[in-house]
């Protein structure tokens, strides 16, 4: 049976964070990854750098040895690309994570099979990829996964799925809080984000209770 989570976080904190300029989905991804744990081995999937924002809130136990890698060449980061097979021997990593790169790779079937491949027995993969959300070309955007495709994907290259967490306020707060970025000056759209989003949260909490 997997298992299917959805959590709300507390209001004022998101809308603090809006008031910063960091996106809705940014903010509740960082507020859900403080959930998860990592340790032992770990391979991150198109990190970009060693400094990536998730590893303020997701919890590192100690002698955690991560590798880092992109498909861009950068200072301490080993250079790959997912499309193809990792340069990693089997069984090497307990945890392999992957944040908001799957949308970006056409071609990404393979992944499963090398993940699998290069996860230890009992290892895990911690990923999350966008549904409602706007384009965001890096360098380009071709997906949006439904629950259903992500089971289908990773289990077609022998993983299984334990869980599900769907980090979204609902439908109001995901379309009009993203719309904002178009209104100018951006303090104002900051100003009427923070003014709004209390009121449209707690709609579709009501609408979903």
Same mark, same amino acid.
């Given at each position: 049976?997997?298992?299917?989570?959805?959590?709300? +976080?507390?209001?004022?904190?998101?809308?603090?964070?809006?008031?910063?300029?960091?996106?809705?989905?940014?903010?509740?991804?960082?507020?859900?990854?403080?959930?998860?744990?990592?340790?032992?081995?770990?391979?991150?999937?198109?990190?970009?750098?060693?400094?990536?924002?998730?590893?303020?809130?997701?919890?590192?136990?100690?002698?955690?040895?991560?590798?880092?890698?992109?498909?861009?060449?950068?200072?301490?980061?080993?250079?790959?690309?997912?499309?193809?097979?990792?340069?990693?021997?089997?069984?090497? +990593?307990?945890?392999?994570?992957?944040?908001?790169?799957?949308?970006?790779?056409?071609?990404?079937?393979?992944?499963?099979?090398?993940?699998?491949?290069?996860?230890?027995?009992?290892?895990?993969?911690?990923?999350?990829?966008?549904?409602?959300?706007?384009?965001?070309?890096?360098?380009?955007?071709?997906?949006?996964?439904?629950?259903?495709?992500?089971?289908?994907?990773?289990?077609?290259?022998?993983?299984?799925?334990?869980?599900?967490?769907?980090?979204?306020?609902?439908?109001?707060?995901?379309?009009?809080?993203?719309?904002?970025?178009?209104?100018?000056?951006?303090?104002?759209?900051?100003?009427?984000?923070?003014?709004?989003?209390?009121?449209?949260?707690?709609?579709?909490?009501?609408?979903?209770?």
């Amino acid at each position: 049976m997997i298992k299917k989570v959805h959590k709300y +976080f507390n209001i004022l904190e998101i809308t603090k964070n809006l008031l910063s300029g960091r996106s809705l989905i940014r903010i509740l991804f960082d507020n859900a990854i403080k959930d998860y744990s990592i340790h032992g081995e770990v391979l991150d999937l198109g990190s970009k750098s060693i400094n990536s924002s998730y590893y303020k809130n997701i919890n590192i136990e100690k002698n955690t040895n991560i590798v880092f890698t992109d498909i861009v060449p950068n200072e301490k980061i080993v250079q790959m690309d997912v499309r193809e097979g990792f340069p990693f021997e089997e069984d090497s +990593f307990d945890y392999v994570i992957s944040f908001h790169l799957f949308e970006h790779v056409f071609d990404y079937q393979k992944s499963a099979y090398e993940i699998y491949r290069v996860l230890k027995p009992g290892g895990k993969l911690i990923i999350c990829v966008p549904f409602m959300y706007q384009y965001h070309g890096d360098p380009d955007d071709f997906f949006r996964f439904t629950d259903s495709a992500m089971i289908k994907i990773w289990e077609k290259g022998g993983l299984k799925c334990e869980s599900i967490e769907y980090i979204s306020e609902g439908i109001l707060s995901n379309s009009i809080i993203p719309a904002l970025n178009i209104v100018k000056p951006q303090i104002l759209s900051k100003i009427i984000k923070v003014l709004l989003y209390p009121v449209l949260s707690l709609i579709d909490r009501a609408i979903n209770y």
